[in-house]
């Protein structure tokens, strides 16, 4: 099968959205889902194509390791999985943090979700959460805005 990697565009944040509601039902947690077309169109989109996936990645920082990036989404539709195009979507990932001088990609993976685990492990990856004793944590909503008072 041949498919192209680049960036997206405007015109793509419809599919975008549509495969952002896909994920998430797969994931269990479609009513998390906040985020519209138009946010996505002013949030982040350079500038057809069927489009059957995305990988959704932003730069972060390691105080130990200096720049890193962060991978938020990696997404395929069940119909085109296993022609590598997963693959071609995160190698890409980190070519553009390679480039970027970063030393890590991090993400996280749902511990369900046992085919991406092992396609995350056949990539190289580790899970540090049993090999390095992390944890996940997030604050969100009137708990964030508690925190950004000082109410805690």
Not at 99 to 122: E, H, I, M, R
Request: aromatic share 12%; charged share 25%.
């Amino acid at each position: 099968m041949d498919f192209s990697i680049r960036a997206s565009t405007l015109e793509d944040c419809k599919d975008i959205a549509r495969m952002i509601l896909e994920l998430a039902e797969y994931e269990k947690v479609l009513d998390q889902v906040k985020v519209t077309q138009k946010e996505l169109e002013q949030d982040g989109t350079k500038e057809g194509h069927a489009k059957v996936g995305y990988a959704l990645y932003f730069y972060t920082y390691s105080s130990w390791k200096g720049r890193a990036l962060y991978m938020e989404d990696l997404y395929v539709m069940p119909e085109f999985r296993g022609k590598g195009i997963g693959k071609a979507l995160m190698s890409k990932v980190a070519q553009l943090g390679l480039a970027a001088g970063c030393t890590q990609l991090n993400f996280a993976v749902l511990d369900w979700n046992k085919p991406s685990l092992d396609f995350y492990l056949s990539q190289g990856c580790f899970d540090v959460t049993a090999d390095m004793g992390y944890h996940c944590m997030r604050c969100e909503g009137a708990a964030l805005e508690q925190l950004a008072q000082g109410d805690t």
